[in-house]
């Protein structure tokens, strides 16, 4: 219970400094640079979720040690370092960018990616308070380092630095000593002899896990790229609220359904079924309520808390929160399905599933935009939510039939 506790307590602390990132920027700066932090987060995110190919999750649900943890961990780096180096490509040659606030958000991406393998060695183990006290720190240090470097230059640019400086400070403080032991155990020596063909055989495994990291990572940048190019950044900037907390909703939601892989996992290879629906069932009502709550209190206070908090000029990200809500509320519920489908390690499925959810999202929100404007591309948004959580109960479905 303290464990979980420790967890929950990490993801709210690193969720929240997350959105103060944006309220930093937002305050201190235009629209547009909202608009320029966005779109660097809406172009590099794909690329490093395909590089670190959920292995978070994946490591959590590898209950019988299939793959060594240096397997995971060469097949890490190696696939960082080559989306980096593309990641700085494609910063270079988009005109729309903030440099500045862009090769940030980059370097951030790649020690986030990193720590992923981390967090799920952790995971695997029932150490998901190391993951908590880590979150809480990566979000205190980021916001104290930003607002030290800000007071320091008085530069936005400069400041956002202090995003990734925390998180390194974090991994080099705080996670790199505390690698679990097992791992650590092995050696110097164990992180350079793994195997050439046990990696290979790792990345053809999670490769589909990769792609759908892509491609939910493209179905959530969609919407803000389509509205950089068509609206222009600052429109993009105006409404990035309503859109970063559609976000940080969905980062917390996936970190705190995390800790039940490894358990519905066993599970399912012991051919207990029923306990484990019977599990998902009680944290699918859960999230259904939290849902509902948060529709509510979109809708009734969604305009007036973005109006105090970012200011008059994002007040259009308040007249679609409620919209946004109604699309979290049922990522929610299609995230406590997900649990079940990587579980049993159904990394294909996975892959098929978000390829199908792009697709649809890329209809739905460019049609929506063109007959309704920035609203149907929330509206595109929700709908495309409905249909991952309708896809996601039927691959369960199809899941458990055939156990």
């Known amino acids: 219970m303290v464990r979980s506790t420790y967890f929950l307590a990490g993801n709210l ?10 309220l930093f920027i937002a305050r ?35 209950s019988e040690g299939t793959h060594s943890y240096y397997d995971y961990r060469r097949l890490n780096i190696g696939l960082i370092s080559i989306i980096t180096v593309v990641g700085v490509l494609a910063l270079v040659l988009d005109e ?20 992923a393998l981390n967090y799920g060695a952790h995971l695997q183990s029932g150490r998901q308070h190391v993951i908590g006290i880590s979150l809480a720190l990566r979000g ?12 320091a230059t008085s530069s936005i640019a400069v400041a956002i630095w202090g995003l990734p400086l925390g998180w390194a400070l974090t991994l080099a403080f705080w996670d790199a000593p505390r690698t ?17 063909h046990a990696v290979r055989d790792l990345f053809f495994l999670l490769i589909p896990l990769g792609v759908a990291g892509l491609l939910g990572q493209l179905n959530a940048s969609f919407p803000r790229l389509l509205l950089a190019d068509v609206e222009g950044t600052d429109v993009l900037g105006q409404v990035s609220p309503a859109l970063q907390i559609h976000a940080v909703v969905l980062i917390l939601a996936q970190s705190a359904f995390q800790p ?23 944290v699918g009502c859960g999230a259904a309520l939290v849902g509902l709550v948060s529709c509510l209190g979109a809708y009734l206070l969604g305009p007036w808390a973005i109006h105090i908090t970012f200011g008059e000029a ?10 946004a809500a109604i699309s979290w509320s049922l990522r929610l519920l299609s995230d406590v399905a997900n649990v079940l489908v990587i579980g049993s390690q159904k990394f294909k499925h996975t892959m098929v599933l978000q390829l199908l959810t792009l697709l649809f999202s890329i209809v739905f929100i460019y049609f929506g ?8 591309v929330f509206i595109g948004i929700a709908v495309t939510s409905g249909f991952a959580f309708l896809s996601n109960i039927f691959l369960c479905q199809l899941i458990l039939r055939r156990r």
């Not at 602390?13 to 997350?18: E, L, P």
């Not at 679990?180 to 050439?196: C, I, L, V, Y």
């Not at 935009?369 to 149907?376: C, K, P, V």
């Open 180 to 196: 679990n032991q097992r791992h650590a155990a092995a050696g110097k020596e164990a992180s350079f002899s793994a195997d050439s």
């Open 140 to 151: 205190a240090l980021s916001i104290l380092c930003i607002f030290l470097l800000h007071a």
């Open 260 to 282: 039940l892989i490894p358990m519905v996992s066993r599970s399912l290879r012991e051919g207990k079924k029923r306990s484990v629906v019977v599990v998902l069932l009680k």
């Open 314 to 323: 994002y007040a259009m990200a308040g007249r679609f929160l409620g919209i």
């Open 369 to 376: 935009w063109q007959y309704l404007g920035i609203e149907g």
């Open 13 to 22: 602390a690193f969720v929240f400094a997350q959105f103060a990132v944006l």
């Open 96 to 115: 729309e960018t903030v440099l500045g606030l862009a090769f940030a958000v980059l370097v951030s991406r790649a020690i986030d990616s990193y720590l």
């Open 28 to 62: 201190l700066g235009t629209p547009v640079a909202v608009g320029g932090y966005m779109l660097a987060l809406a172009v590099l995110n794909p690329m490093f979720f395909f590089a670190r190919l959920d292995m978070r999750r994946a490591y959590a649900a590898d």
